[in-house]
């Protein structure tokens, strides 16, 4: 089992900057996918940035050339580098990783909020 623990959100006007992290309870050695998902009000929850434990990235059309994922060396943290944030970048940013097993784990989330 393991507990996913976002950070980095906030308040920010259009054009700026954030970094997410993802951290994890316990070092991570093997993993399918390990991604950032979005969820606006009043719509579904939606990926927005993945990687593999091979290291692929996956991204949303809405994020590419905009967004980074990444995994460095510290085994249990993943980010989110996020520039040129627009207002419909806004929502809860969650964390979520995936198992060769089958089981998912999600974190709590973190608000990200785009203002024009």
């Known amino acids: 089992q393991v507990q996913l623990v976002e950070s980095g959100g906030g308040l920010v006007q259009a054009g700026g900057s954030l970094k997410l992290s993802c951290t994890a309870s316990?070092?991570?050695?093997?993993?399918?996918?390990w991604g950032w998902y979005r969820q606006a009000p009043g719509k579904q929850r939606e990926l927005v940035a993945a990687?593999?434990?091979?290291?692929?990235?996956n991204y949303a059309d809405s994020a590419k050339g905009r967004f980074t994922i990444s995994r460095p060396s510290a085994r249990n943290t993943m980010y989110l580098q996020m520039n040129s944030l627009k207002p419909e970048d806004t929502g809860v940013y969650y964390c979520?990783?995936?198992?060769?097993?089958?089981?998912?784990?999600w974190g709590q989330g973190t608000q990200v909020t785009v203002s024009s």
């Open positions: 316990r070092s991570i050695f093997s993993f399918n996918a």
């Open positions: 979520k990783i995936s198992f060769p097993m089958g089981s998912d784990y």
């Open positions: 990687i593999t434990g091979s290291g692929a990235t």
